[in-house]
């Protein structure tokens, strides 16, 4: 496709529930990045694939983050047993070249709101 | 630990003036700068990427300067029209290997017809 796209872009879930979250990145991008945006506030990095490989995840909150990229191409970030401080809008980014320094694409993101 | 601010947090302009929005950072030693604007429920559109090496960027009616030793970086914008209401966006990056792109707040701004 022409850019980076995410789905679902709103999910609502109760308190509890366990969500998946998808990004496809610009075709051909090696590089993917997952970030989680409170209102009012700017975008914080959660984790980085190069291609396949999670390089970094230091930005997951917690252990009920996860996130994958089994193919090098979509990835999808899980979120089990949601909390309402989860709620957030969850953004994706590609790049074209390896590392966190180059120059990134951004999806429209998913809106989460946690009851 | 590199802190970005923007200020002011939110401005209201009637149309067809010029206005600067304001960036600064706390660590200088950075890799590039770049400025995005966020409409709302949207993603974020990247306006200009500053490069350490560089003093500013121009696209249309946008330029970007930085200043790296003050650590500070505008983003003017000139002859405003109301579809340039959004959120705009500054964020750093460090570049050294485990370096992430650290954002700001943001600014929004709101043209008035």
């Known amino acids: 496709g022409a850019g980076v796209s995410q789905s679902p872009r709103y999910k609502v879930a109760k308190r509890g529930q366990d969500v998946a979250l998808r990004c496809d990145p610009i075709?051909?991008?090696?590089?993917l990045f997952w970030y989680q945006q409170a209102l009012g506030q700017g975008p914080e990095f959660l984790t980085y694939f190069q291609n396949e490989a999670q390089l970094d995840k230091s930005g997951l909150p917690s252990d009920r983050f996860f996130a994958e990229r089994p193919e090098g191409s979509v990835s999808t970030l899980k979120i089990q047993r949601t909390q309402q401080e989860d709620s957030a809008v969850y953004l994706c980014?590609?790049?074209?070249?390896?590392?966190?320094?180059?120059?990134?694409?951004f999806g429209p993101g998913t809106r989460l709101t946690v009851l | 630990k590199q802190e970005v601010t923007q200020i002011p947090a939110a401005l209201s302009v009637p149309e067809g003036e010029n206005l600067v929005l304001n960036c600064s950072f706390t660590?200088?030693?950075?890799?590039?700068l770049q400025w995005f604007r966020q409409d709302p429920g949207k993603g974020l559109t990247s306006l200009l990427l500053i490069q350490s090496s560089q003093r500013e960027q121009t696209s249309g009616r946008l330029n970007a300067s930085l200043d790296k030793s003050s650590g500070r970086s505008t983003l003017y914008i000139a002859a405003s029209q109301p579809g340039d209401s959004a959120t705009y966006l500054c964020a750093v990056n460090g570049g050294r290997r485990d370096d992430k792109i650290i954002f700001g707040k943001g600014t929004r701004l709101h043209i008035l017809p």
């Open positions: 980014a590609s790049s074209s070249r390896e590392g966190l320094s180059n120059e990134q694409f």
């Open positions: 075709s051909g991008h090696v590089s």
């Open positions: 660590d200088s030693a950075i890799y590039n």
